[in-house]
């Protein structure tokens, strides 16, 4: 038994030794996964200050969304550090969620969709294994995609509320800084975990007789994808 165990730490250990792509090399590669982000500040957006904060509940709560594209790879000579550009399709929002002494309910999701162009530097401690950074631009390809469902449609029919408040909360670029890890393993399958914290504000709020009110709304979020790195093969 005990030679058994030897054994497999053996083979882990030579695996961890390899378990990255060669450097000086460039790459390609795909990646695919999932995205869980929130918007903040929606609640000061959306709620004008005169009403009391006793007479209403709110929750501002994360979405689960789609991350996939495509990146680049390059890893520096002779150095524990790589270059990864990336151009990622991403889902991204939040749902707000209103209830108040009055029974009224209502749910605002905010559904966007971005191309996010980022770049990160990766520093690899010891195999495999590395550490991320870098900065993102996001573009909002679906900046009027909102939702709007209430338990009081004779209210508002909630259709017109919906498309009225397309009209007036626009979203924006979003500019983010990423943090993560992960690893390359030598067979081509990389995992990364990032954390992303949104540096600007993503909703505009226009001229509006809702009297909601122009606010800071920042994205942050999580991120797990799995790719698949390919090596560009010479002419």
Same mark, same amino acid.
């Given at each position: 038994?005990?030679?058994?165990?030897?054994?497999?730490?053996?083979?882990?250990?030579?695996?961890?030794?390899?378990?990255?792509?060669?450097?000086?090399?460039?790459?390609?590669?795909?990646?695919?996964?999932?995205?869980?982000?929130?918007?903040?500040?929606?609640?000061?957006?959306?709620?004008?200050?005169?009403?009391?904060?006793?007479?209403?509940?709110?929750?501002?709560?994360?979405?689960?969304?789609?991350?996939?594209?495509?990146?680049?790879?390059?890893?520096?000579?002779?150095?524990?550090?790589?270059? /990864?550009?990336?151009?990622?399709?991403?889902?991204?929002?939040?749902?707000?969620?209103?209830?108040?002494?009055?029974?009224?309910?209502?749910?605002? !999701?905010?559904?966007? %969709?971005?191309?996010?162009?980022?770049?990160?530097?990766?520093?690899?401690?010891?195999?495999?294994?590395?550490?991320?950074?870098?900065? %993102?631009?996001?573009?909002?390809?679906?900046?009027?995609?909102?939702?709007?469902? !209430?338990?009081?449609?004779?209210?508002?029919?909630?259709? /017109?509320?919906?498309?009225?408040?397309?009209?007036?909360?626009?979203?924006?670029?979003?500019?983010?800084?990423?943090?993560?890890?992960?690893?390359?393993?030598?067979?081509?399958?990389?995992?990364?975990?990032?954390? !992303?914290?949104?540096?600007?504000?993503?909703?505009?709020?226009?001229?509006?007789?809702?009297?909601?009110?122009?606010? !800071?709304?920042?994205?942050?979020?999580? %991120?797990?994808?799995?790719?698949?790195?390919?090596?560009?093969?010479?002419?």
């Amino acid at each position: 038994m005990l030679r058994t165990w030897h054994l497999c730490l053996l083979l882990l250990i030579t695996t961890g030794l390899f378990a990255q792509p060669i450097d000086d090399e460039y790459f390609y590669g795909f990646k695919a996964g999932a995205n869980y982000y929130s918007i903040d500040g929606i609640a000061t957006t959306i709620i004008p200050p005169v009403f009391a904060a006793e007479t209403y509940t709110v929750e501002t709560a994360p979405r689960i969304g789609f991350v996939g594209g495509v990146y680049f790879y390059h890893r520096f000579p002779r150095s524990r550090t790589a270059i /990864q550009p990336e151009v990622l399709f991403a889902m991204q929002g939040s749902d707000f969620n209103y209830t108040d002494i009055n029974d009224l309910d209502y749910t605002i !999701s905010f559904n966007y %969709q971005y191309v996010n162009l980022g770049v990160l530097l990766k520093v690899y401690p010891f195999a495999g294994f590395h550490f991320h950074a870098g900065p %993102q631009v996001g573009f909002n390809v679906a900046n009027t995609n909102i939702n709007y469902r !209430s338990n009081m449609p004779d209210l508002g029919p909630d259709l /017109q509320i919906q498309q009225s408040l397309r009209e007036v909360l626009k979203g924006e670029t979003d500019i983010n800084v990423n943090l993560g890890l992960g690893y390359d393993f030598d067979f081509g399958l990389c995992i990364e975990a990032r954390y !992303s914290l949104g540096m600007k504000d993503v909703i505009e709020t226009l001229a509006n007789g809702f009297n909601f009110i122009e606010n !800071s709304n920042k994205t942050q979020g999580y %991120q797990v994808t799995v790719g698949w790195i390919i090596p560009f093969e010479p002419y």
